[in-house]
């Protein structure tokens, strides 16, 4: 073990039992050495990534139902305390899962969903990470609650900092998304504009992280406990389609985090009988303008090249993916792939959602459908079978996305003539009739 980590190991306070629930180690994902819970994120050996090893009990498919409709009904096996609920919190997950029937009419695709996380308290999947890191943050004894974000996680961050009643404390790349900018400065007056990339608003929180006690930057310092949030993404969607797994999963990848751990979460509910096993393909979406993994997986290589981000998918512009190389080994064991598109394929995606499912996206989720199309079109995906698309969150906090691309069809006098020559009184002549919607 190295020095820094022995002097945090014999200065911090002792954990209260079962801090963290059934979780008992933090485990190396490169050479496999174990270090106690505590506010670590890099193995002392081989500087590797660490994340959480559990003793899990027996659970069972009803005592999961019995629970708050929320993600703490996964608490047993999540890195959280058994009393989790009775901490304040944002209460996230438990979010829609559609039947996407329109969609995959028009992209020719047999069995189609949506898990639309936009509908969480801040409108994105980060609530998830966010409620895993706060209570890790708690029980670790923080005295600030921080991230560096390319929007949806500060704006998370800062809410459920807000709820707690704990300073809060956001970086964010200065070019971001107005109203991602404004969504995390409606919670917090510490918001902190930088001028770079995310890799550069990351890079200054890790260097603070190292500098100042007591701050839990959530996905730096306490990032094993933060990435655990994403796995009841795969817990929900397994347990609303029925206690099974889908065929197919389409992941927009950013950091990576997210699709390894739903993968992570496919394979603990097989081990645990909640699920029966099956093959299932796992995809990543990547905008071109910031698509290492994708180039990656292009080439059949293992190394990923750094990029400097330039797109319109600011959520994903993550030019240099911690787990990057994870998303690689997952896709290619699994028989799925990595696929990138374009900024304009980006914002046909958003459209798409929205004019066949009512579904207004950001543009991660233009991105996801957009290669979930391209996937289609050139035959990596399978259109007969069952397949999962996540929608990560909502469209109003990537307005200048499609601004220019949408508006008013007509701008008419008040009288009937004048609409009448705007040939839309033969709207819906030759319509169909409305789908039979499903929902989980």
């Known amino acids: 073990m190295s ?3 022995a002097e945090q190991v014999a200065t911090r ?18 050479c496999g050495h174990q270090v106690g819970l505590g506010p670590f994120y890099a193995c002392p050996e081989c500087f590797g990534p660490l994340e959480i090893a559990y003793d899990f009990p ?10 708050p409709r929320n993600i703490w009904r996964y608490k047993a096996l999540l890195p959280v305390p058994s009393d989790i ?3 304040p919190n944002t209460e996230p997950g438990f979010t829609r899962l559609l039947r996407a029937h329109n969609l995959g009419r028009e992209l020719g695709i047999d069995h189609l969903w949506v898990k639309d996380d936009s509908t969480n308290p801040t409108n994105s999947f980060k609530d998830r990470v966010v409620a895993c890191a706060l209570s890790a943050a ?3 004894g923080a005295k600030v609650f921080a991230c ?3 929007g949806n996680l500060a704006n998370a961050v800062a809410a459920a900092g807000a709820r707690a009643g704990i300073p809060t404390v956001v970086f964010i790349p200065s070019n971001l998304e107005q109203p991602k900018q404004v969504n995390s400065a409606v919670f917090t007056d510490q918001l902190v504009a930088v001028n770079g990339s995310y890799d550069d608003v990351n890079k200054l929180a890790s260097e603070i992280a190292g500098e100042e006690e007591g701050w839990a930057f959530v996905n730096v310092n306490v990032r094993p406990y933060y990435a655990e949030g994403s796995k009841t993404l795969g817990y929900e969607i397994a347990e609303q389609l029925g206690w099974r797994l889908p065929d197919q999963i389409v992941i927009p990848v950013a950091s990576g985090s997210q699709l390894t751990k739903v993968h992570k979460a496919f394979q603990e509910l097989i081990t645990l009988g909640l699920v029966d096993d099956k093959p299932y393909r796992v995809f990543g979406a990547q905008a071109t303008g910031c698509a290492p993994v994708s180039v990656a997986y292009k080439a059949g290589v293992d190394a990923i090249r750094p990029v400097r981000p330039d797109t319109i998918a600011k959520s994903l512009a993550i030019g240099n993916p911690a787990d990057g190389i994870y998303v690689l080994d997952i896709c290619r064991e699994t028989g799925g792939a990595v696929e990138d598109i374009t900024d304009e394929e980006v914002r046909e995606g958003i459209v798409l959602l929205a004019r066949t499912e009512g579904i207004f996206t950001e543009t991660a989720g233009g991105t996801t459908v957009g290669v979930l199309k391209k996937l289609v079109d050139t035959g990596q995906l399978d259109p007969s079978l069952e397949t999962v698309v996540i929608n990560t969150g909502h469209g109003l906090k990537t307005l ?10 007509a701008t008419i006098e008040p009288t009937y003539a004048a609409f009448a020559r705007t040939g839309l009184a033969q709207t819906g002549a030759t319509a169909t009739g409305p789908t039979q919607e499903g929902t989980a």
Do not use: N, Q, W, Y
């Not at 306070?13 to 190396?28: E, Q, T, V």
């Not at 027996?58 to 629970?67: F, L, N």
């Open 3 to 5: 020095t820094a980590v």
């Open 148 to 150: 560096p974000s390319t």
């Open 58 to 67: 027996r659970v069972t498919r009803e005592e999961i139902e019995a629970g």
């Open 85 to 87: 609920e009775e901490s």
């Open 138 to 140: 708690r029980e670790l």
């Open 400 to 409: 200048d996305a499609v601004a220019g691309s949408v508006g008013p069809a």
């Open 13 to 30: 306070k002792p954990l209260r039992d079962g801090a963290f629930g059934h979780a008992r180690a933090l485990s190396c994902r490169e």
